[in-house]
Nanobody
Framework: QVQLVESGGGLVQAGGSLRLSCAAS????????MGWFRQAPGKEREFVAT????????RYADAVKGRFTISRDNAKNTMYLQMNSLKSEDTAVYYC????????WGKGTLVTVSA
């Protein structure tokens, strides 16, 4: 089992920045990749970004490309999402996931961007 705990969400004005963290614990060996999804009110959960745990290869949704940066610290088993130039449409609950032999999810952290 892998346990994931997100932190760093909050209220920010449009144009501002936030950094989300996701700390992994438990069976963290052989992680394949980690990433973020988000779910806005009344909408389906959508992909945000992912990073390869060993090679650091990254991929982003078009909606966040150029504004968000995903990174990881393997020694701390922690992943980050730096979010810059935030827009009101970025308002959502952000969920961390980890893929090992199965997919694991955190409980989410709320990001609210005020216009």
């Amino acid at each position: 089992q892998v346990q994931l705990v997100e932190s760093g969400g909050g209220l920010v004005q449009a144009g501002g920045s936030l950094r989300l963290s996701c700390a992994a614990s438990g069976l963290t060996s052989n992680l394949r990749n980690m990433g973020w999804f988000r779910q806005a009110p009344g909408k389906e959960r959508e992909f945000v970004a992912t990073i390869g745990w060993d090679d650091g290869d990254t991929r982003y949704a078009d909606a966040v490309k150029g504004r968000f940066t995903i990174s990881r610290d393997n020694a701390k088993n922690t992943m980050y999402l730096q979010m810059n130039s935030l827009k009101s449409e970025d308002t959502a609950v952000y969920y961390c996931y980890a893929k090992r032999y199965a997919n694991y999810w955190g409980k989410g952290t709320l990001v609210t961007v005020s216009a």
